[in-house]
């Protein structure tokens, strides 16, 4: 058979038929891992009053979960890459849903806190390898709808799962969602075992200390890992206290949160596939810098909310959504376009790891910000949070704008290599 002859119609439908369910399952995966660490948020109020915590206390839950996973994911940098991915990830999954079952069963806030950082561990580390799969079974010309379709996941955690979680929470209290989410584990790890293809570790010669020290010391990768801190840490300022924010200081019921979930995870479903055509179509950071520029409008309306109508609460939390979510798929089809194959699993846990630490350490830093009056119960810090928050959306724009003068290719529209890697001596 002649090597240069088109591929047969029914082998490509074939492929792309396979294409999109390894994406779907791993959507799947994604949901839970998401839904896990966005459903502490609007329960923040309810485990504050439960646990008799303050603010700063309930920020260690958050962080907790960002912290555990970038120890697990730089730890996994060594040797991720020397593992068959889906082994890998299916082990690391089984340990997510058996850690979210001690969520639900934690009786104290410090069991919790525990079980929140085995999640973290398991979960994070498992993001990783679902990112590294998308990176691995498709081109980069078709990458940022590949991202796309892995991060509809977030908006479906916002339209599905966490509307149930606090409908759940408000009938049998907090337990609730994280025993749905431990439930939902076990059917898509059945599913995940049967459809996904086994993905074997590329041969690696190398020492593990050598190749993290290679991975590490990239010009190329060392601008990918700065960016990720910098996109992260600026939603990381806002999010944990948005719920909270919205019920002591613009006046929501609790019970209205499902609203807010709800509005921002529908518009967010539709609008994340346009931003991975967009980010396929066009310059990675343009549509990155066009996004950015909405962000920091709504953002910073949004801390400032004082006693709003429920109507223009909602339309604030939705293009909040939008924007937060949009801005990572440029953002990482820039940074995966960026790195060489062989080095791509390591990078992506070591990212992974840089991801969590980012968010958490925002996590904290948003907790010594915001603090509750004794007198009214008025969260009183959150301008500040978004003030920073501002400073650090330039500054992903910053680094964005150093990765692609670092790795041009990365930005552009259409086929193109990775980046070349040093060689590591055996």
Not at 127 to 142: F, K, N, T
């Amino acid at each position: 058979m002649n090597p240069s002859a088109p591929v047969p119609a029914t082998t490509a439908v074939r492929a792309a038929t396979s294409a999109r369910g390894i994406l779907f399952t791993l959507a799947a995966i994604q949901f839970t891992h998401i839904m896990d660490f966005m459903i502490m948020m609007p329960l923040g109020a309810g485990l504050m009053r439960v646990f008799t915590i303050d603010p700063h206390q309930f920020s260690y839950l958050v962080a907790a979960y960002g912290l555990a996973a970038a120890v697990t994911g730089f730890a996994g940098g060594f040797f991720i890459d020397r593992f068959d991915r889906k082994h890998a990830l299916l082990g690391l999954y089984a340990g997510f849903g058996l850690a979210t079952l001690a969520c639900a069963l934690a009786p104290t806030y410090h069991w919790l806190l525990a079980a929140r950082l085995a999640a973290g561990a398991c979960g994070g580390a498992a993001s990783a390898i679902v990112q590294a799969i998308v990176a691995d079974v498709i081109p980069a010309e078709r990458r940022g709808r590949g991202l796309a379709v892995v991060a509809t996941a977030f908006p479906l955690a916002s339209v599905l799962g966490i509307p149930a979680g606090l409908f759940l929470a408000n009938l049998f209290e907090w337990h609730a969602p994280f025993l749905l989410l431990a439930t939902l584990t076990v059917p898509i790890a059945c599913i995940a075992a049967r459809f996904l293809s086994s993905l074997p570790a590329a041969p690696v010669r190398t020492h593990p200390g050598r190749q993290m020290q290679a991975l590490l010391s990239h010009p190329v990768h060392q601008r990918g890992f700065l960016l990720t801190a910098a996109l992260v840490f600026a939603g990381g300022l806002i999010i944990p206290f948005m719920a909270p924010s919205l019920v002591a200081n613009t006046g929501l019921a609790e019970t209205q949160l499902t609203w807010v979930y709800l509005c921002g995870g529908a518009a967010t479903f539709f609008t994340t596939r346009l931003f991975g055509r967009l980010t396929d179509r066009h310059d990675k950071l343009h549509v990155l810098a066009a996004v950015t520029a909405v962000a920091i409008v709504t953002a910073v309306s949004l801390t400032h909310l004082g006693p709003t109508p429920i109507g223009l609460t909602l339309a604030l939390t939705t293009l909040f959504f939008i924007t937060m979510a949009g801005r990572f798929t440029p953002a990482l089809a820039l940074i995966s376009n960026a790195v060489e194959p062989r080095y791509r699993g390591g990078f992506m846990s070591v990212n992974s790891a840089v991801q969590h630490a980012a968010s958490g350490l925002a996590n904290l830093g948003a907790g010594a910000l915001v603090s509750r009056e004794a007198t009214s119960g008025r969260l009183v810090g959150y301008p500040l949070a978004g003030k920073v928050a501002v400073g650090a959306f330039l500054l992903t724009l910053g680094l964005a704008w150093r990765l692609r003068a670092a790795a041009p290719h990365a930005a552009r529209p259409g086929r193109h290599p990775g980046v070349p890697a040093p060689v590591v001596a055996d």
